[in-house]
């Protein structure tokens, strides 16, 4: 009896106890096997980049901050912050009423001169001739008038009467000289005057016949000078403009020009225009205030060349050099991806809770419109590229630090999992290059639900 129950003992000891364990241990494969979240991945050749990671924000190139060249007040705001403007495009105005009088009345001065000078040029000298010709005739009658005016018999009758005063005189004085004495005074005072009589005629006589003579030369003179400027006026007229005459209109068409010149610069300075195609970043006054130059209205912002200032660790920054390509990526674009290029690399660093980097200029290379200036920017700054090489993502990769190795998990073909070693090369931040220990076509898996890798045996 007892040997029978020992027997039983053994039996399920050695026969039931292990299956039952077995059976327990299968469930409990199942159940693991149940909760595995697997990932695979098949092993491809391609190109791998390393890159050098960091963070900034987009930037623009140029922000102007622009402002009135003189004061004033303003009188229209056309532009608001978030508009787009192209170059040339107006912003503001100040009150420019005495400006705009000034330009107006100096394009009309200018408009003047052009048709001063087409008549000049091109003159209708049919009216001119005529006049001329007319003052010619004019002056010459003068002339031939006066000729006739003093007839010979008028000077020599004039030359009789000075003559005969001059008789008259003498007699008179003689008459004076000889009287008898004796006679009374009224007498003496009678000769007396009759001499200051003679006297008085002999000397109209004289003026007059001097009149004759000095007035006909002069007048002569003066007619005949008139008769060469009227015969010169012709000569012109028929001639047509002369050089001096068209030098001269030149020389008011310019003056005038550079008045209208002047007038428009001083008109434009009363208006605020954009130097630029950008982005209004800020408008600083209202319409009715004073622009005084102390603060600038308009702050302008260049979206045509883009650019991330990122901060690179002092480990990193040896192998980054200008005119490297970096890859930007953008947290509010999501699949996004636009080149740019290393612009510029500080030469000093910066202390940061004792972890020192150094400025970089990441300046993009295209530019798109869904890009905005103070969106962050994750970049790549790609240090070395290889091509055609097996590339495994770092996910699938195991690292011993202890053992220095690298290992991944391949993938039988009947599901199965066995870790092998392999061996890296270039190192990526995503992926990684395998040298040696797997192939192209190899199918790798991990178990995203262990913190373990590699689960299987084999």
């Known amino acids: 009896m007892l040997v029978r129950r020992s027997l039983i003992i053994f039996i399920f000891a050695v026969v039931i106890l292990p299956a039952a364990l077995f059976g327990m241990e299968f469930r409990r494969t199942e159940t693991v096997a149940a909760s595995r979240t697997i990932q695979y991945h098949t092993v491809r050749t391609g190109q791998l980049d390393v890159a050098i990671l960091a963070t900034g924000s987009v930037e623009s190139s140029t922000v102007a901050q622009l402002n009135f060249q003189r004061p004033g007040r303003i009188t229209e705001i056309q532009v608001q912050p978030g508009d787009y403007v192209l170059a040339g495009d107006p912003l503001m105005r100040l009150n420019a009423q005495t400006e705009e009088l000034i330009?107006?009345?100096?394009?009309?001065?200018?408009?003047?001169?052009?048709?001063?000078?087409?008549?000049?040029?091109?003159?209708?000298?049919?009216d001119r001739v005529r006049i001329a010709e007319a003052q010619l005739q004019s002056a010459w009658g003068s002339y031939i008038g006066l000729q006739n005016a003093v007839a010979p018999g008028d000077l020599q009758a004039a030359e009789l009467r000075y003559q005969q005063a001059v008789d008259a005189h003498a007699r008179a004085i003689e008459a004076r000289t000889t009287a008898q004495g004796g006679q009374?005074?009224?007498?003496?005072?009678?000769?007396?005057?009759?001499?200051?009589?003679?006297?008085?005629?002999?000397?109209?006589?004289?003026?007059?016949?001097?009149?004759?003579?000095?007035?006909?030369?002069?007048?002569?003179?003066?007619?005949?000078?008139?008769?060469?400027?009227?015969?010169?006026?012709?000569?012109?007229?028929?001639?047509?403009?002369?050089?001096?005459?068209?030098?001269?209109?030149?020389?008011?068409?310019?003056?005038?020009?550079?008045?209208?010149?002047?007038?428009?610069?001083?008109?434009?300075?009363?208006?605020?225009?954009?130097?630029?195609?950008?982005?209004?970043?800020?408008?600083?006054?209202?319409?009715?205030?004073?622009?005084?130059?102390?603060l600038p209205p308009v702050e302008l912002t260049?979206?045509?060349?883009?650019?991330?200032?990122?901060?690179?660790?002092?480990?990193?920054?040896?192998?980054?050099?200008?005119?490297?390509?970096?890859?930007?990526?953008?947290?509010?674009?999501?699949?996004?991806?636009?080149?740019?290029?290393?612009?510029?690399?500080?030469?000093?660093?910066?202390?940061?809770?004792?972890v020192i980097s150094y400025p970089v200029r990441l300046v993009l290379d295209e530019t798109d419109p869904r890009v905005?200036?103070?969106?962050?920017?994750?970049?790549?700054?790609?240090?070395?590229?290889?091509?055609?090489?097996?590339?495994?993502p770092n996910q699938y990769i195991r690292l011993d630090r202890d053992l220095g190795a690298a290992f991944v998990n391949l993938v039988a073909s009947d599901g199965t999992f066995t870790e092998v070693e392999i061996v890296l090369g270039l190192q990526g931040a995503d992926s990684s290059e395998v040298v040696i220990g797997l192939q192209a076509g190899d199918l790798?898996?991990?178990?995203?639900?262990?913190?373990?890798?590699?689960?299987?045996g084999g």
Do not use: C, H, W
């Open 184 to 294: 009374p005074e009224e007498a003496y005072l009678l000769l007396d005057a009759q001499v200051g009589q003679a006297s008085f005629q002999m000397e109209i006589a004289r003026l007059q016949l001097d009149s004759l003579r000095r007035g006909n030369s002069g007048q002569l003179g003066a007619a005949y000078a008139r008769v060469i400027v009227a015969q010169r006026e012709l000569d012109q007229a028929i001639a047509g403009p002369t050089v001096t005459d068209i030098d001269r209109a030149d020389i008011d068409i310019r003056r005038a020009e550079l008045g209208v010149t002047n007038a428009q610069s001083d008109f434009d300075q009363m208006i605020l225009v954009a130097p630029f195609a950008g982005i209004v970043s800020a408008v600083n006054r209202e319409v009715g205030s004073l622009s005084t130059g102390l």
């Open 372 to 392: 905005r200036v103070g969106m962050t920017a994750d970049s790549s700054i790609i240090v070395e590229t290889r091509n055609d090489v097996l590339i495994v």
């Open 444 to 456: 790798i898996g991990i178990d995203l639900s262990s913190d373990a890798i590699a689960f299987g």
């Open 103 to 126: 330009l107006a009345a100096a394009q009309l001065d200018y408009t003047l001169a052009l048709l001063r000078k087409e008549q000049i040029a091109n003159p209708d000298n049919s």
């Open 302 to 354: 260049d979206v045509s060349q883009l650019q991330v200032d990122v901060q690179v660790d002092e480990v990193d920054i040896r192998q980054a050099r200008e005119g490297m390509l970096a890859r930007l990526r953008f947290d509010a674009l999501p699949g996004l991806e636009v080149n740019a290029q290393v612009e510029q690399i500080g030469l000093v660093g910066t202390n940061d809770n004792g």
